[in-house]
């Protein structure tokens, strides 16, 4: 008894390795055998940026650009004859919206307020 399990255990596992040769040998193709694992590529700075780095911008060049812009009296009678200028607000150029009762202006934003009578209508119906 002994001997038939040793001897079918001799058989499984030459059968085994038969499958694993049969399966090596179809599959040959596509198993990695002279794998190439590339390199790691590094940056090497070229001489003439080096020395553009290592040379001092001049200040000159490293100070920003200051602007200033100015509107002198002439500019304001151009504005107001174009109709972009309203004396009196704060801020000028700002686009004018009429102010009849209906709407509040804050700070640019315009809100409307709809009349009382609209979401409470009066009871006084003519029979």
Known sequence: ???????EIFIMLLLCVAIVLVFAITL???IPINKVIPEKVTYEVPEDIKVELESNVSTEEAQPLNIVYSVDA???????QSGSYVPGK???FEAYTSNNGNSTILGGNTTTQKPTEEYYPSNTSTK
């Open 1 to 7: 008894m002994v001997k038939t399990i040793i001897r």
């Open 28 to 30: 040959y193709d596509y």
């Open 74 to 80: 002439s500019d304001l009678e151009d504005y107001e």
């Open 90 to 92: 704060p801020n000028p």
